[in-house]
T-cell receptor
Framework: QQQVKQSPQSLIVQKGGISIINCAYE??????FPWYQQFPGKGPALLIA?????SEKKEGRFTISFNKSAKQFSLHIMDSQPGDSATYFC??????????????FGPGTRLSVLP | DGGITQSPKYLFRKEGQNVTLSCEQN?????MYWYRQDPGQGLRLIYY???????QKGDIAEGYSVSREKKESFPLTVTSAQKNPTAFYLC????????????FGAGTRLSVL
């Protein structure tokens, strides 16, 4: 129930195209859903996040779509650029007394944007 | 600048040697975490600490040890009992329980000589 599933494992997109990464969770206690971007040799950086009471959040070219009933959320990268090539992790978090169980990462998606 | 500082960036371990990875934060966060990342893989939780002088094992704690003597510092020791230590190690902290976001350092890459 603590797992977050993420797909695809890898994604290749042409420059200017739309990149879509999907995640799904089981535990309805999760109440915050951040996405992280990680470049090779660097630590993950917070990209965008959403709460389950909102169906969509947009920041620049990045949009999170959230489907609470299906327990699914996705990241859309519009007008994808070669500089977007990175590994993307979805995550789910909740307020919990045990900090070891309150934050779960998906396995990651390696995005390559071709010039 | 506020943030999380990990050092060194690269570290080499000889057989039978213990090595310590440093993690310092000036974000005034209560919670700190250590993750291991293998090539092309996700993040696996090694240890976490919710408060000074307290820490708990994560999913893959065997062969590792930590201490939390100061709020700002959460060093990780990779002991000789960890037979496959080559990986990218990431330290994170969180302080806002309402949003529960984790912020990461730049990582330490550990290799075995």
């Amino acid at each position: 129930q603590q797992q977050v599933k993420q797909s695809p494992q890898s994604l290749i997109v042409q420059k200017g195209g739309i990149s879509i990464i999907n995640c799904a969770y089981e535990n309805t206690a999760f109440d915050y859903f951040p996405w992280y971007q990680q470049f090779p040799g660097k630590g993950p950086a917070l990209l965008i996040a959403i709460r389950p009471d909102v169906s969509e959040k947009k920041e620049g070219r990045f949009t999170i779509s959230f489907n609470k009933s299906a327990k699914q959320f996705s990241l859309h990268i519009m007008d994808s650029q070669p500089g977007d090539s990175a590994t993307y992790f979805c995550a789910a978090s909740m307020i919990a007394d045990n900090y070891g169980q309150n934050f779960v990462f998906g396995p990651g998606t390696r995005l390559s944007v071709l010039p | 600048d506020g943030g999380i500082t990990q050092s060194p960036k690269y570290l080499f371990r000889k057989e039978g040697q213990n090595v310590t990875l440093s993690c310092e934060q000036n974000l005034n966060h209560d919670a700190m975490y250590w993750y291991r990342q293998d090539p092309g893989q996700g993040l696996r939780l090694i240890y976490y600490s919710q408060i000074v002088n307290d820490f708990q094992k994560g999913d893959i704690a065997e062969g590792y040890s930590v201490s939390r003597e100061k709020k700002e510092s959460f060093p990780l020791t990779v002991t000789s009992a960890q037979k496959n230590p080559t990986a990218f190690y990431l330290c994170a902290s969180s302080g806002d329980r309402a949003r529960n976001i984790q912020y990461f350092g730049a990582g330490t890459r550990l290799s075995v000589l």
